[in-house]
């Protein structure tokens, strides 16, 4: 794991390049503490920037850039390929030597050997790379099939940047970053800028799955080389009807594979554990594949709404792993607040990002990889969202639309502490966590004419985000395509592909990368291993969906480890206790940010409506929460970089 950066300009000298392509490699520092490396061809005005985090093959012989065998390639690289060993006993039987243990050199004989396409579809693992051709004098940059690793590119007249992070891009000289108005209208609706797209004008996320050539013309070609629509469809197509058995220990087959291979590392190693069903799963199947006790890890906040350590300390217990967890104050998780946006160097206002980065922190101090549990949602249809969409569609979808108007009305015209309080009537067994926010939720349903607009709206912050970006016009994609309704007739299995090939990468995946790498910490992710991807959607919807709860398959093959009892709970999610502390001591800190002054610099955000949600929230109502908490971010965004660039 890795950061890479670099450029092409053949307007500078060798001085220069070799400057800036270590200065942009220096701002990636965090990524890659164990070394650094800088390598260019000043004729070609091409200089590439690495930062290592040493996890295979710790000595000087993993040292990057990395140059091919035969000289034709050099590499840098961020990620691990996890069936490097069997490429290269394939590769020795063909008569390649190999000078280190490292992955990287094994990237570079497949790509020497087979050409870069072919050596792709073999590579399992997550990956960004960049590819200097010395033979066909052209750069080439590549993202993994579905998007774990980031990569950024920008085209500044003749100079083309690169990086892992932005953080590199703006460390370049003359770095001069504009907001790109119609970005910044996109993250209002879902507090984060979708790819392929970025905050900045003139620069772009490599989506995933794709592929960038800059050949000696300098215009950037892009191509899909793993297109994650194109192999669900395929694997539907193919689906077959096994008996619930055969789908569960074929599943425990393949995942366990997957976690196997995500646990070979010449440094220590261990997982975050949650309690719920995804990470309780990986743990279980790493403590399976282990001699030893497995290190897992998790946080716990005081707040009993908030807190799932109880759990995952049961959990723990049960399979033997080795446990640490840590109870952290509201005083210490408002203490990284002031960072995130240095963290995030673009808009990002996912409020799950604040433990995310807190149990990464926590677990670096102990190990330097860790298995996630992220992708489960998505692939088995976990997000209690799905089944309340679904459910206000089937029930609800007949009855016209004034009428649900009317409901949705009645619904939010309740604050949110009446919710709380009924909530707080019912049995502790049978009371819904967040149910304010559920209630807010079914009443945006209710309003939404088409499935495909309750989709939008679940992930929706503001609805009308020109309203609040002047000059903005909001950027539509994947959660408009309608031939998605077409491709997948199932409203849940439309859903779970629009997040995947959207909400995961630019949410997900964007949030556990930069809070792991921020740490140095690397993130491992089994259930995204491309060959779990095709499995799962390779099942009928059974084995996702079941008396109206997802992750069917999941929660059997766990069942194999623990009891039911932890097991079968209502999904937490992973969140903290934001309207609180808006509220209470994070005021002032929000006050300030949400000022007439500071929400009009720079002409960027309206005033009006944001200071009439604001009100609306210090009022007792919740639904608005996650809508100012992006405001928030991109205010203190603005005061990260915008004034420091």
Known sequence: MCGIAGLVDTGIGANELSRTAGAMADALAHRGPDDRGVWLDEDAGVALGHRRLAIIDLSAAGHQPMLSAGGRYIIVYNGEIYNHAALRRELEDLGVTFQSDSDTEVML????????????????????????????????????????????????GSRFLFGSELKALTAAPNWQGRVDRDALATYMRWN????????????????????????????????????????TLEAMQRRSDPTDVEAIDAFHKILGEAVQSRMVADVPLG?????????????ALMQEHSTKPVRTFTIGFNEDQYNEANFAKTVAQSLGTEHTELYVSPETARDVIPNLAKIHDEPFADS???????????????????????????????????????????????FPESVRGLMSGAITSVP?????????????????????????????????PTALGIYRRQHTHWPMPGDIVPGGLERKGIPWDETLAEDYPSFIESMQIADTLSY????????????????????????LDHRVVDFAWGLPDRFRTRNGKGKWLMRELLSRYVSRDMI??????????????????????????????????????SPKPVRREWANFLAGHNSSQEALWGILMFQAWQNQWMNAT
């Open 109 to 156: 004989s497949a790509i020497e050997q087979w050409g870069l396409r072919p050596a792709l579809e073999r590579f399992v693992g997550m990956f960004a790379f960049a590819l200097w051709d010395q033979k066909l004098r052209e750069l080439t940059l590549v993202r993994d099939r579905l998007g774990i690793k980031p990569l950024f590119w920008g085209l500044f």
């Open 192 to 231: 984060y800028v979708p790819n392929p797209h970025c905050i900045y004008e003139n620069v772009f996320k490599l989506a995933p799955g794709h592929l960038l050539v800059l050949g000696q013309n300098g215009t950037p070609q892009l191509t899909c080389w793993w297109d994650a629509r194109q192999q």
């Open 271 to 283: 997982a975050f554990l949650s309690g719920g069903i995804d990470s309780s799963l990986i743990a």
């Open 352 to 398: 799950s990002q604040i433990p995310t980065f807190l149990v990464s922190q926590m677990t670096r101090r102990d190990v330097t990889v860790a298995l996630s549990g992220d992708g489960g949602d998505e692939l088995f249809a976990g997000y209690t969202r799905y089944h309340w969409a679904n459910m206000v569609q089937k029930k609800f979808g007949y």
């Open 416 to 448: 949110g502490s009446w919710w709380e309080m009924a909530a707080g009537i019912l049995p502790e067994k049978r009371r819904p966590t967040r149910i304010a926010d559920r209630a807010g939720k079914l009443a945006a349903f209710l309003r939404q």
């Open 504 to 527: 995961l990468p630019d949410d997900i995946l964007t949030k556990v990368d930069r809070a792991s790498m921020a740490v140095s910490l690397e993130a491992r992710v089994p259930l």
């Open 568 to 605: 079968e709970r209502p999904k937490m999610g992973f969140s903290i206790p934001m309207a609180t502390w808006l509220r209470g001591p994070l005021r002032d800190w929000a006050e300030d940010l949400l000022s007439i002054d500071n929400l009009s610099r720079n002409d960027l955000i």
